[in-house]
């Protein structure tokens, strides 16, 4: 009698356990089939880079079948491999943090914003795993390039009215952002920094946009007040720019473009190291354009004029690597090709 109770009592349970596996199934495969659906691609990756799970969307991307893929590494699959990928895994396994990160797959030519996250197992809080969410962000970035070219158009455009309002500093802009990127390039400077240059050669006198024509125009010497105002065109062109997300990053230079290597220069009287790398270029840039050009109160300089006034500045006004490596340039580009022996 005994064992028929137990008997039945197993039977029931069993049943239970029947139904606990099934609804864990169940479960399962409605995550699954949710992961699917994802527009996002979705995997997972354990310790030795191998794909542990891949949805739809990633295999459609990659153009391969499930079975091509699971259980194979991602540097097997990929070759040549994405180097930064692997050392980002490698961070999240050991920091256990997330790291978000933008990139470009170049054969599919989109953008995508990866998501790499840490898969701890319930018991003992390891990471096992990580998890990557990768989403196709081409639209949204084309969206904010062609905002930021039409951002950058209307600010090109009140450069080029500051720099019409005097006819002496007409193409000055181009000028100097040619002079200051054949002096980054022989610098080795990194392409962000090519990038930076570029445009805050465009911009750097936005600021006089403030400053009133009488001032602009002046033929004599600037009396000291009105020095005091001119001065100020490189903080306020900074300010202006702050304010705009994408171009943050060149405030400082705009900002400390007319500082000195022996501090003696504006607004906050920098230093050597303390003054970017950009704006030391900028500076000496800025300067042999304005020894070139004819101004209002005095005719271009000489050659032999202009180098001497480089060579002086080198050490007081100018970073001395940064003079030598513009002499080399003036020469090796012709910048002054009516002097002998450059
Ligand atoms: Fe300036």
Redesign the pocket.
């Known amino acids: 009698m005994n064992n028929k109770k137990d008997y039945t009592e197993l039977i029931k349970e069993l049943d239970k356990y029947k139904l606990k596996v099934k609804k864990l199934k169940e479960n399962e495969e409605r995550i699954f089939s949710m992961l699917d659906a994802s527009r996002d691609s979705i995997y997972l990756i354990d310790r030795d880079y191998r794909y542990v799970f891949v949805n739809n969307e990633l295999l459609s991307r990659l153009g391969l079948t499930r079975k091509q893929v699971l259980g194979k590494t991602f540097v097997e699959l990929h070759a040549p491999y994405e180097k930064e990928f692997v050392e980002m895994v490698d961070q999240v396994f050991k920091t256990g943090k997330s790291i978000k990160q933008e990139h470009m797959s170049k054969r599919l030519n989109k953008w995508f914003l990866r998501t790499i996250s840490p898969v701890k197992n319930c018991n003992e809080g390891k990471t096992t795993e990580v998890v990557v969410v990768s989403k196709d962000i081409t639209e949204i970035k084309r969206a904010e390039d062609a905002l930021k070219s039409v951002y950058m158009g209307t600010i090109k455009t009140l450069a080029r009215i500051i720099e019409s309002r005097d006819n002496y500093t007409k193409g000055h802009s181009d000028r100097v952002t040619k002079y200051a990127l054949l002096i980054a390039k022989d610098l080795h400077l990194s392409e962000n920094e090519m990038k930076t240059i570029k445009t805050a050669c465009q911009l750097?006198?936005i600021?006089?946009i403030g400053i009133p024509d009488y001032i602009l125009r002046k033929t004599g010497k600037l009396s000291s007040e009105e020095w005091e105002k001119m001065k100020k065109?490189?903080s306020k062109?900074a300010e202006m720019l702050s304010n705009l997300d994408f171009l943050n990053e060149i405030a400082p230079v705009i900002k400390y473009?007319?500082e000195r290597y022996d501090g003696k220069g504006y607004p906050d009287g920098l230093s050597g190291e303390e003054i970017p790398i950009e704006a030391r270029i900028i500076a000496i840039a800025?300067a042999f354009d304005a020894m070139t050009s004819e101004r209002s109160y005095r005719g271009a300089l000489s050659s032999e004029k202009i180098i001497e006034e480089l060579v002086k500045g080198a050490g007081s006004q100018f970073f001395p690597e940064i003079v030598d490596i513009f002499l080399q340039v003036i020469k090796k580009h012709k910048l002054l090709p009516e002097l002998p022996g450059l």
């Open positions: 750097h006198d600021g006089k065109h490189s062109g473009h007319h800025d």
